[in-house]
Structures are given as C-alpha cells and as structure tokens.
C-alpha cells in the first residue's frame, strides 16, 4: 500500500490594508513638514541672499535673486551700528534673566512646598500681575524710577539698571507661575524626609530642590532672556541712547535716501543670534520644564 505523501502549499501572508494605510499617512506627513519647513525658512533665505549682496543689488525687486557680487560690506556696516546695543542688551539680559529665575524659584518653592495661610491668594495675586499690559504702565513706571532713583541716590531711570528692574518685576508672575507647576511635581515626601533629617527651608531648597531645578531654570532663562533681548517698547521710554539695547539700534539702521536693505538684513540676523544659541543650549529641557505640572498643578 503506497502512502501518499500530501505536500500543502506555503499560504501566503495577505497584504495588510492598515499598514500600507499607514505608510501613506507618515508619507503625507513627511511632505507636509517638509513643505511646511520650506514655508518657514523661506523668510530666512531671503535675509541671508540679501545680506550679501551690495547696495547696487540689495532691492526687493530682487530678493530671491543670488547676489552677482558676493560681499561681506553689509556685515561689517551692520556690526559697526550694533555693537554698542547687543553689549547693552547682553547687561540687561544675561542678569536680568538670573535674577528672575532666582526670585521665581524661591517664590515657587515657598508657594508650593512651605505654604502659610493665605498662599493662594497670594499667588492668584501673582497672577494678576501677567494681564496688566506695558502701554498701561509706562507713565508711572518712568515716574517711579525717577522717585525712586532719586530716593536711593543711584540713576535707575535712563540707564540698563532700571530697564533690567523694569523687566525682572514685570516677569515675576510668569516665572512664579513655571517654578510653582514644576514644584508641584516633586513628591512632598522628599521634603517631609528632610525636614525629619532637621533641614529647614533653604537647606532643603539647596539640597533637595535646586538639584532637580534644571527644566524650570531653562524655560524661566529662555523665556526671560528672549523677552529681555526682543524687548522695545521698555526700552524706548526707560533708556537713553547711550543705553539702547539691539532692537532701538536695529530700529535705527535706515537710510536718509534710500533704505540699506542688505545692511538691514545683516543686523536683524547678527539680533537674532543670542536667542538662537540660547535655545539651542537650553531647548532641550524646554518642553520639559514648561509642562511639568501641567496636570498636576
């Protein structure tokens, strides 16, 4: 008796519909982030173009055009006029994006951590301080740095003093806001603990809190920093021009006749650069930082 041996075919496995759907979408996701990416730095394109290009060159008439003659006159124009304001701009934002990330650590940490009676009120009144807006400040802003300079025997108004004071009051809501959402985050057993250890407020501030500070410190520094740096209206009214930081000088840089187009593009790209290295050394804890808390607090 012959045993007859059945060999079955191999079964194929059938295309799957979902993932071919899928591959179409990340496909059409591409193209848009792709198209969207061209979109935004076509701007950035024309900036770059133009400040290469000489004067005889520099029109808008022919922006998207490569410069015929490569040059860097533009630059050295651009760096001559700006100097005096991104030196000024870098006193008023370096400190004073330090001291408002100081002050907004310690008032978080107090608010959420070590809180007395009354600490929503007080922060809610905190609050109130992010809707009051610049244009509805400006006259007794000028009129209180002029009493109070006048008060403490030092010159706060006309100089970078003042505008570094000006700015560190006004981000004390918005700073208070992001250190007390991340603070909210650290387990409060970690601060029992160390109150049973017989650390009091500061010692735990130093030892258990700043050591986890990192994401909140950067968006507080981003945020105050490129604040500072881009600020014009603060600077217009509380500074004289031996005290104008980037954005009065950028302000500044146009021609009697004709405009400078190419030595315009150059300083708003040489303006642009401190915020850009910040956020590059800093982006990285931003999202972090700015959403902890988020559903917590």
Same mark, same amino acid.
């Given at each position: 008796?012959?045993?007859?041996?059945?060999?079955?075919?191999?079964?194929?496995?059938?295309?799957?519909?979902?993932?071919?759907?899928?591959?179409?979408?990340?496909?059409?996701?591409?193209?848009?982030? $792709?198209?969207?990416?061209?979109?935004?730095?076509?701007?950035?394109?024309?900036?770059?173009?133009?400040?290469?290009?000489?004067?005889?060159?520099?029109?808008?008439?022919?922006?998207?055009?490569?410069?015929?003659?490569?040059?860097?006159?533009?630059?050295?124009?651009?760096?001559?006029?700006?100097?005096?304001?991104?030196?000024?701009?870098?006193?008023?934002?370096?400190?004073?994006?330090? *001291?408002?990330?100081? =002050?907004?650590? =310690?008032?978080?940490?107090?608010?959420?951590?070590?809180?007395?009676?009354?600490? @929503?009120?007080?922060?809610?009144?905190?609050?109130?301080?992010?809707?009051?807006?610049?244009?509805? $400040?400006?006259?007794?802003?000028?009129?209180?740095?002029?009493?109070?300079? @006048?008060?403490?025997?030092?010159?706060?108004?006309?100089?970078?003093?003042?505008? $570094?004071?000006?700015?560190?009051?006004?981000?004390?809501?918005?700073?208070?806001?992001?250190?007390?959402?991340?603070?909210?985050?650290?387990?409060?057993? =970690?601060?029992?603990?160390?109150?049973? @250890?017989?650390?009091?407020?500061?010692?735990?501030?130093?030892?258990?809190?700043?050591?986890?500070?990192?994401?909140?410190?950067?968006?507080?520094? *981003?945020?105050?920093?490129?604040?500072?740096?881009?600020?014009?209206?603060?600077?217009?009214?509380?500074?004289?021009?031996?005290?104008?930081?980037?954005?009065?000088? =950028?302000?500044?840089?146009?021609?009697?006749?004709?405009?400078?187009?190419?030595?315009?593009?150059?300083?708003?790209?040489?303006?642009?650069?401190?915020?850009?290295?910040?956020?590059?050394?800093?982006?990285?804890?931003?999202?972090?930082?700015?959403?902890?808390?988020?559903?917590?607090?």
């Amino acid at each position: 008796m012959t045993a007859e041996v059945v060999q079955k075919a191999p079964r194929v496995a059938p295309v799957s519909r979902a993932g071919g759907r899928g591959t179409t979408a990340r496909w059409v996701r591409l193209v848009l982030l $792709v198209l969207f990416v061209v979109v935004f730095l076509l701007p950035v394109y024309v900036l770059l173009v133009t400040s290469f290009k000489p004067l005889s060159e520099a029109d808008p008439a022919q922006a998207w055009n490569l410069p015929q003659v490569w040059t860097t006159e533009a630059w050295s124009v651009a760096w001559e006029k700006l100097e005096p304001g991104i030196v000024n701009s870098v006193l008023l934002a370096v400190p004073g994006s330090l *001291i408002s990330a100081a =002050l907004g650590s =310690l008032n978080g940490y107090v608010l959420s951590k070590w809180r007395f009676p009354g600490a @929503d009120v007080v922060f809610t009144l905190f609050l109130f301080g992010m809707f009051i807006p610049y244009q509805g $400040v400006m006259i007794p802003l000028v009129q209180l740095m002029v009493n109070l300079g @006048d008060t403490l025997g030092v010159s706060l108004y006309g100089g970078i003093p003042g505008l $570094v004071l000006a700015h560190v009051v006004y981000g004390i809501p918005i700073c208070t806001l992001i250190f007390r959402n991340y603070y909210v985050t650290i387990p409060d057993e =970690l601060i029992e603990a160390s109150r049973v @250890d017989g650390a009091g407020m500061l010692r735990t501030l130093w030892s258990i809190v700043l050591p986890v500070s990192g994401p909140a410190f950067a968006v507080v520094i *981003i945020w105050q920093f490129t604040s500072m740096w881009n600020d014009f209206l603060f600077a217009v009214f509380l500074t004289g021009p031996t005290s104008w930081p980037t954005t009065v000088m =950028l302000n500044n840089i146009a021609g009697a006749v004709t405009t400078p187009y190419s030595q315009q593009m150059a300083a708003a790209i040489l303006a642009s650069i401190p915020t850009m290295l910040i956020y590059l050394l800093l982006g990285r804890f931003f999202m972090r930082g700015l959403m902890a808390g988020a559903l917590k607090g």
